[in-house]
């Protein structure tokens, strides 16, 4: 439940329908997160970017994720222009109709790694790329669980292009930070293989993925899965064209869901969330997951 900030002005924080508010100290603490997740790829000499807040649908098609994902996905449209007098003269209630609209050529991000892979598409290098992003995404659900599962959320992500030994160096380093991260604050998360399909499940790296799983994710003690690692072999760097050393590059991301960590640590330090911040920032600086 949002817990009463200490000056009695209300919840810190409320989710309604998949949509969250935050105040004062949820604010905070939510910067204090993602400057300490985007210092991380800061260090790691991770460049930080930002990336367009729609994705075409023809791009987004010949990564699969029409086939796997069509459920989540969150088209975005606008009314049409023969339809647009009945909306501007009469009163209405309700949705936008379905017929009222245009088709829909773009669609919200549900990760902030798309934008960057389909920003590297047809390039090649030489040397590992590292970019650092934090973007707004959108899952449609089946059920909304206040900020454990949202309909809009925020993602902070780390990304790597290079061999498939950088991809899988690049979270084997965020696997030691976060274990220390966590350490320093107190909690106790699980560390699991995560079922969230990259790949159509009938294809070679669908099966290849059941055997070597292509992604981890960190669980708090109530299932609320707050940061996971995601390896991709070269699927991006085939169907994006981006190019490492003469072939397809291989690529991996650490991503971590803000909005998840405020209710982990609202759990955790049991309403106190400037404490939280507080601890947050000094437990970013905690070690060297070298």
């Not at 699969?64 to 996905?73: E, S």
């Not at 309909?151 to 292009?161: A, D, H, K, P, S």
């Amino acid at each position: 439940m949002p817990r009463a900030d200490d000056n009695g002005r209300g919840a810190s924080w409320t989710a309604e329908h998949g949509l969250a508010m935050f105040r004062e100290p949820a604010t905070a603490l939510i910067r204090a997160l993602d400057d300490v997740f985007a210092g991380w790829g800061a260090e790691a000499g991770a460049e930080r970017m930002s990336f367009p807040p729609l994705l075409r649908a023809d791009d987004l098609r010949t990564l699969d994720y029409f086939a796997n994902f069509p459920h989540l996905g969150a088209p975005v449209s606008r009314i049409r222009p023969d339809r647009l007098e009945r909306h501007t003269t009469a009163a209405t209630d309700g949705p936008v109709a379905a017929d009222d609209l245009v088709d829909a050529h773009h669609l919200l991000p549900s990760a902030a790694c798309y934008g960057a892979f389909l920003h590297l598409a047809d390039t090649a290098t030489d040397a590992p790329v590292l970019i650092t992003t934090v973007a707004q995404c959108f899952r449609h659900e089946d059920h909304y669980d206040g900020l454990r599962r949202l309909w809009g959320f925020t993602m902070r992500e780390i990304i790597c292009v290079g061999s498939a030994e950088h991809a899988r160096d690049h979270l084997e380093r965020h696997h030691k930070r976060l274990a220390l991260f966590t350490a320093a604050l107190g909690l106790d998360l699980a560390r699991r293989p995560a079922t969230d399909p990259f790949f159509q499940q009938d294809g070679a790296r669908g099966i290849m993925q059941r055997l070597a799983p292509v992604k981890e994710e960190y669980a708090h003690t109530d299932g609320t899965a707050v940061a996971s690692m995601n390896q991709h072999r070269n699927f991006f760097g085939e169907r994006c064209a981006i190019g490492y050393a003469g072939k397809p590059a291989y690529t991996s991301c650490v991503a971590f869901g803000l909005e998840r960590w405020v209710h982990t640590l609202d759990e955790h330090f049991e309403g106190d969330l400037r404490a939280a911040a507080e601890a947050v920032l000094r437990a970013g600086d905690a070690g060297d997951a070298g």
